[in-house]
T-cell receptor, first 111, second 114 residues
Framework: GNSVTQMEGPVTLSEEAFLTINCTYT??????LFWYVQYPGEGLQLLLK?????DKGSNKGFEATYRKETTSFHLEKGSVQVSDSAVYFC??????????FGPGTRLSVLP | NAGVTQTPKFQVLKTGQSMTLQCAQD?????MYWYRQDPGMGLRLIYY???????DKGEVPNGYNVSRLNKREFSLRLESAAPSQTSVYFC?????????????FGSGTRLTVV
């Protein structure tokens, strides 16, 4: 079946540190991959996406590359800010099926 | 602003009471979804509607009913609320380009059952 695994949180970093949140998936076919962000008290917002292997999605300084050989879509940012504190969800979109979301990773950035 | 609107934002119910969570989207999307979010559990799909006039069970449908009133509106009903239904509920919508554009989420309803 289809599934998404994310690294356990919470992740706590100091401002300007490098961020990596790991995401691996299991899926049949060639799904699209997404990262969503949820700020405190809000709904999920699309952060970035990649629709085929080797694509790199990017937005607001965040990046993730669709690696089919390792079935991964790790989220990275070179220098985090306090305002990046949020919960991050990795998700996949299997062709013709509903999205599958990971459990979420809470990030706290300290000043 | 275009998007998904959920009402109410907060609600406290007593065990056994009923209520309906409302969701409306103005993006002309065909598909709509109801999720619940619980600590450590991520998002779990309760029900979805692939198109107007159809509804299907998701991962955790017990204790809930839904109505796809028209293309814009998709409501979630709790007939007899239980403390286990204390959660944050999110509505989402998508169209046939979901694999490219993703889902659009509402801001959520925080429900407490006492």
């Amino acid at each position: 079946g289809n599934s998404v695994t994310q690294m356990e949180g919470p992740v706590t970093l100091s401002e300007e540190a490098f961020l990596t949140i790991n995401c691996t998936y299991t899926a049949t076919g060639y799904p699209s991959l997404f990262w969503y962000v949820q700020y405190p008290g809000e709904g999920l917002q699309l952060l970035l996406k990649a629709t085929k292997a080797d694509d790199k999605g990017s937005n607001k300084g965040f990046e993730a590359t669709y690696r089919k050989e390792t079935t991964s879509f790790h989220l990275e940012k070179g220098s985090v800010q306090v305002s990046d504190s949020a919960v991050y969800f990795c998700a996949l979109s299997p062709l013709g099926q509903n999205f599958v979301f990971g459990p979420g990773t809470r990030l706290s950035v300290l000043p | 602003n275009a998007g998904v609107t959920q009402t109410p934002k907060f609600q406290v119910l007593k065990t056994g009471q009923s209520m309906t969570l409302q969701c409306a989207q103005d993006m002309n999307h065909n598909s709509m979804y109801w999720y619940r979010q619980d600590p450590g559990m991520g998002l779990r799909l309760i029900y979805y509607s692939a198109s107007e006039g159809t509804t299907d069970k998701g991962e955790v449908p017990n204790g809930y009913n839904v109505s796809r009133l028209n293309k814009r509106e998709f409501s979630l009903r709790l007939e007899s609320a239980a403390p286990s239904q204390t959660s944050v509920y999110f509505c989402a919508s998508s169209d046939g380009t979901a694999s490219y554009y993703g889902y659009t989420f509402g801001s959520g309803t925080r429900l407490t059952v006492v």
